[in-house]
Antibody, heavy 119, light 107 residues
Framework: QVQLQESGPGLVKPSQTLSLTCTVS??????????WSWIRQHPGKGLEWIGY???????DYNSSLKSRGTISVDTSKNQLSLQLSSVTAADTAVYYC???????????WGQGTLVTVSS | EIVLTQSPGTLSLSPGERATLSCWAS???????LAWYQQKPGQAPRLLIY???SRATGIPDKFSGSGSGTDFTLTISGLEPEDFAVYYC????????FGQGTKVEIK
């Protein structure tokens, strides 16, 4: 069973770029047929899809991010990455990586990592 | 983009009662790409139901999903203390979207 583990700085300054990594074990990130995604949850709020990468490099993003997000994969390290530029306090959230079959079936989640944007 | 609306926002019930949670989609959900998750404080969401009505591995049969098109329901029969949590529906199409959640709390 695939396991996902997020990592990255817990504190980022406003206007900087947030960078997170998700290490995948129990499966290959190169496997076709999956969405590899980032989802976030603001404190006490619901779930917000950030974007995903699929089909060897195609990406879709939530339009609310206004092109600040970039999702990529490092197949040599079996990792998924997220970069979110020009962060503000509104980007403070728990960030989850997740994997879902393109054909459907629900998604598997990492445990999440809290990122606080503050000076 | 398909917008998912969950109802009610909060459901106050006693242990042993049945919970009925609704999720309405703004457009028809194709191929029943609709899932339900349970989330407890400090934890990641856990997949309960996929394809609208299929239970995920290890999920007890007190959880059941139904519906098609634009109307979907999650039913929890015989609430136990560990079932009091927040539940989200999720459309895993392109793009993914989530409902705002229903909190099931102890009455």
């Amino acid at each position: 069973q695939v396991q996902l583990q997020e990592s990255g700085p817990g504190l980022v300054k406003p206007s900087q770029t947030l960078s997170l990594t998700c290490t995948v074990s129990g499966g290959s990130i190169s496997s076709g047929g999956y969405y590899w995604s980032w989802i976030r949850q603001h404190p006490g709020k619901g779930l917000e899809w950030i974007g995903y990468i699929y089909d060897s490099g195609s990406t879709d993003y939530n339009s609310s991010l206004k092109s600040r997000g970039t999702i990529s994969v490092d197949t040599s390290k079996n990792q998924l990455s997220l970069q979110l530029s020009s962060v503000t306090a509104a980007d403070t959230a728990v960030y989850y990586c997740a994997r879902g079959l393109v054909s459907g079936g629900g998604i598997s989640w990492g445990q999440g990592t809290l990122v606080t944007v503050s000076s | 983009e398909i917008v998912l609306t969950q109802s009610p926002g909060t459901l106050s019930l006693s242990p042993g009662e049945r919970a009925t949670l609704s999720c309405w989609a703004s457009q028809t959900v194709i191929s029943n790409h609709l899932a339900w998750y349970q989330q407890k404080p400090g934890q990641a969401p856990r997949l309960l139901i996929y394809a609208a009505s299929s239970r995920a591995t290890g999920i007890p049969d007190k959880f059941s999903g139904s519906g098609s098109g634009t109307d979907f329901t999650l039913t929890i029969s015989g609430l136990e203390p560990e079932d009091f949590a927040v539940y989200y529906c999720h459309h895993y199409g392109r793009p993914w979207t989530f409902g705002q959640g229903t909190k099931v709390e102890i009455k």
